[in-house]
């Protein structure tokens, strides 16, 4: 009996083979394999689909495991920048400390009323870099030298200076024989005491000085007449009767005049306490123009000295730096911003090299399956 009526079976006829036909999915469904397994080029893709699935939560909420994770990097994170942030915080410290401003507290009178005991004062150090010392400046400078037996204080080169900025952020070195008084006298000045009215001048041009001096001082009860040597200056504090300043000195080198290169910045400010805070300006009388005239030449120097009791009782008003913690707190403010963008351009450098290492980023052609 021929199989013409009887479904085929396989190998039934040798000499004709079966040649079955692709099934078309679109048309028949139900040819697709039952087993479900995705094809040999997707199965990478698959697993990773279903590894984020799993991360990733229902509704893409995110898991407890996940969020506990990313909170363990991130405080391993901070711990790793902790060390950057303290570093870049202490080198900003020091250099505010050392070139820019720093702060020092008033332990004597003889800048009163201006300067009050126990007054915090912030000294500008980059001021006299921009511009010349000016009368009427309220300067700080190192005694050491001039006023002091010993080397003519200077303030050395950069790498000097922070090194001796960072010593004595720490309470090292020797920070020397801090003072602080008005410059009166500018290099090439006549400064003279006193005219007819018993005031001070300086190039012949008298000083009004009502506006600073201590409440019922005279401008001065020791006559001088100085004729400034250049490089140097004359100064004066503002309580005359106890001020221990160049009247009481021009028997020392520089006649008691100070060098310009010990001069460590101008104090601009009150900052403590609150109440007393204020600008320390240029007093109006410091703007005469005839101020600005050529100082006679020659000098003649005036004897009147102090007597032994008012001389002991004078006030060299030195000051003692501050502590450490307004340039600390400055180093810090100023470490935050930096650390966090170190940290970002840090973050986006490491971010483009493994996506540069990454066969699944978009951006490059995968390999065949």
């Known amino acids: 009996m021929s199989g013409a009526g009887r479904g085929a079976t396989p ?16 048309v028949n469904p139900a040819a697709e394999p039952e087993t479900g397994a ?29 969020t506990k994770t990313r909170r363990r990097r991130r405080k391993r994170s901070f711990w790793r920048e902790f060390p950057i942030l303290v570093a870049i915080a202490l080198i900003l410290a020091v250099l505010i400390k050392t070139y820019a401003i720093q702060a020092f507290w008033i332990p004597s009178g003889s800048m009163e009323n201006t300067l009050e005991i126990n007054d915090r004062v912030l000294v500008n150090k980059i001021v006299y870099h921009t511009r010349p010392i000016h009368r009427g400046d309220i300067i700080v400078f190192n005694g050491d030298g001039s006023w002091d037996p010993g080397p003519v204080a200077t303030n050395g080169n950069v790498f000097q200076q922070f090194a001796n900025g960072f010593s004595s952020m720490f309470g090292f070195g020797h920070p020397g024989d801090i003072l602080i008084k008005r410059v009166i006298g500018l290099p090439g000045d006549r400064v003279a005491c006193c005219d007819a009215q018993g005031q001070v001048t300086v190039n012949g041009v008298p000083l009004t000085e009502q506006s600073y001096l201590y409440p019922g001082d005279s401008p001065s009860v020791q006559r001088f007449n100085i004729v400034v040597p250049p490089g140097r200056l004359w100064v004066m504090g503002d309580h005359r009767l106890v001020s221990d300043d160049s009247r009481d000195h021009m028997g020392d080198p520089g006649g008691g005049t100070v060098p310009e290169s010990a001069v460590i910045g101008r104090a601009f400010v009150i900052i403590w306490p609150v109440s007393r805070w204020r600008i320390l300006p240029i007093p109006a009388t410091f703007q005469q123009p005839k101020l600005n005239a050529a100082a006679s030449a020659g000098a003649g120097t005036g004897a009147g000295t102090a007597d032994a009791a008012q001389t002991a009782a004078l006030l060299s008003a030195r000051l003692q730096p501050s502590g450490p913690a307004l340039p600390l707190s400055l180093g810090f403010a100023g470490a935050l911003p930096l650390t966090w963008l170190q940290r970002r351009v840090r973050l986006r450098i490491t971010g483009r090299r493994k996506a540069g290492r990454d066969p699944g980023d978009p951006g490059h052609s995968r390999g065949p399956a």
Request: proline share 16%.
């Open 38 to 66: 995705p094809p040999a080029g997707e199965t990478a893709d698959a697993a990773d689909a279903a590894g984020a699935a799993a991360s990733a939560g229902p509704a893409g909420t995110g898991t407890g495991a996940g």
């Open 11 to 26: 190998g039934a006829d040798a000499s004709e083979p079966a040649t079955p036909q692709d099934p078309d999915p679109a």
